[in-house]
Every structure is written in structure tokens, then in C-alpha cells.
T-cell receptor
Framework: DTAVSQTPKYLVTQMGNDKSIKCEQN?????MYWYKQDSKKFLKIMFS???????INETVPNRFSPKSPDKAHLNLHINSLELGDSAVYFC???????????FGQGTRLTVV | QQQVKQSPQSLIVQKGGISIINCAYE??????FPWYQQFPGKGPALLIA?????SEKKEGRFTISFNKSAKQFSLHIMDSQPGDSATYFC?????????????FGTGTRLKVLA
């Protein structure tokens, strides 16, 4: 009964590959996010969706493409992976703007 | 305008001591200030939050102090315990902006010695 679940937890891949990270929330929230946490633990928002509509698209390379098939799911697809993409990616959800954000356990992406 | 500055970067406290983490923001439009706690290998989890219409909020051993004029807020952990050892993030957002964006501080790694 995990509230926000991400798969996979670990992802090791070679440069140039394409990979996807999946996220599902069972909290009934209408807003979902992707955050990137770098090696220094800095958390930076990448995308936010509200009711399947893209609300925030921070200065993220267009190799990153989020997809929200429904309110409960927000997937992240990354094309042509680069070494600098190595980080922990967190999915999160909230009921509405400014309320508590619930985070998943993160996906540690390592590009070699 | 969008930054939240957090200090210190790391903190070591003896068991039973007080841990204090400070944050400063620039955007006066922010109206919700949560603190998140993150254990290794886990996602951040909400610890406590405050709105700018109050100067202090206490939940158990955790207290947020808020100084609106100075644009600063801080987290105090009283009677710190080894189980409090984690990374703490302050954050800020504007609840009514429709941007759904939290701005996080850079994090403070707290270690409480037994």
C-alpha cells in the first residue's frame, strides 16, 4: 500500500541509451512532480503535472520527456543518456498546490 | 528571487542537544514553508510546516521559528536523538500561484552522536 511508488529503484545504463522511470500514486492526488537530486543532495524540480496537464517544465533538456497517461501515473522517459544525467530521480504527488508533497523512494540512475 | 538559502551544510550535535538549521528566502510572495526530512535511501518526508501569519509552530521536539521581516525561518530540534540523523531540507512555495512549485534549500546533513 505504498503511497508513491517508483520503478525501478536502481538503473545502471550506458551512455546513449534510452530509459524510462515509472511512477504511480494511490493517494488520489491530482498533482505529480519529478525532482532530480544530484550528488550534493540538491533537490531541483523538473516537471509538474496537474490533472494530466503539464504545468511546470523547468530548464530541462528536451531529452527528458514526461508522460502522464492518467492522474495516478507520471512516467519519465530519457533519451540519449549522458554521464551528467546520473542522479536520484524522485517522483512526488500532492493534493493541490502548496499542500504536502509525498515523495517516492527515488530511482538512482547511473550512466556509465 | 526564487532561491532559498540554507545553512549550515552539515551539523554534528551531541545526543540531548539542540540542533538549529536556518533558511532565508528572497521572494516575499512565498506563503508556505515546509521542512522535509530525508533518511539515506529514502525520499524526503514532510516534518513540519508553517505559514507566515504565525511566528512559531511546535510539534513535539520540532519547532519552526519564522521571522517575516527578516525573511528567515529556522528549524529547532530539541533533545536531539541519534534517530534524528538525516538530511533536512527547508522549502518554500506560493500556495495560490498555480505553479505547483516547491523551492528547496540545499539541505543540511545532521548527525547526532550517541
Amino acid at each position: 500500500d505504498t503511497a508513491v511508488s517508483q520503478t525501478p529503484k536502481y538503473l545502471v545504463t550506458q551512455m546513449g541509451n534510452d530509459k524510462s522511470i515509472k511512477c504511480e500514486q494511490n493517494l488520489g492526488h491530482d498533482t505529480m512532480y519529478w525532482y532530480k537530486q544530484d550528488s550534493k543532495k540538491f533537490l531541483k524540480i523538473m516537471f509538474s503535472y496537474n490533472n494530466k496537464e503539464l504545468i511546470i517544465n523547468e530548464t530541462v533538456p528536451n531529452r527528458f520527456s514526461p508522460k502522464s497517461p492518467d492522474k495516478a501515473h507520471l512516467n519519465l522517459h530519457i533519451n540519449s543518456l549522458e554521464l551528467g544525467d546520473s542522479a536520484v530521480y524522485f517522483c512526488a504527488s500532492s493534493h493541490m498546490v502548496g499542500t504536502e508533497a509525498f515523495f517516492g523512494q527515488g530511482t538512482r540512475l547511473t550512466v556509465v | 528571487q526564487q532561491q532559498v538559502k540554507q545553512s549550515p551544510q552539515s551539523l554534528i550535535v551531541q545526543k540531548g542537544g539542540i540542533s538549529i538549521i536556518n533558511c532565508a528566502y528572497e521572494n516575499t510572495a512565498f506563503d508556505y514553508f515546509p521542512w522535509y526530512q530525508q533518511f539515506p535511501g529514502k525520499g524526503p518526508a514532510l516534518l513540519i510546516a508553517i505559514r507566515p501569519d504565525v511566528s512559531e509552530k511546535k510539534e513535539g521536539r520540532f519547532t519552526i521559528s519564522f521571522n517575516k521581516s527578516a525573511k528567515q525561518f529556522s528549524l529547532h530540534i530539541m533533545d536531539s536523538q541519534p534517530g534524528d540523523s538525516a538530511t533536512y531540507f527547508c522549502a518554500a512555495t506560493k500556495r495560490t500561484s498555480g505553479t505547483y512549485k516547491y523551492i528547496f534549500g540545499t539541505g543540511t546533513r545532521l548527525k547526532v552522536l550517541a
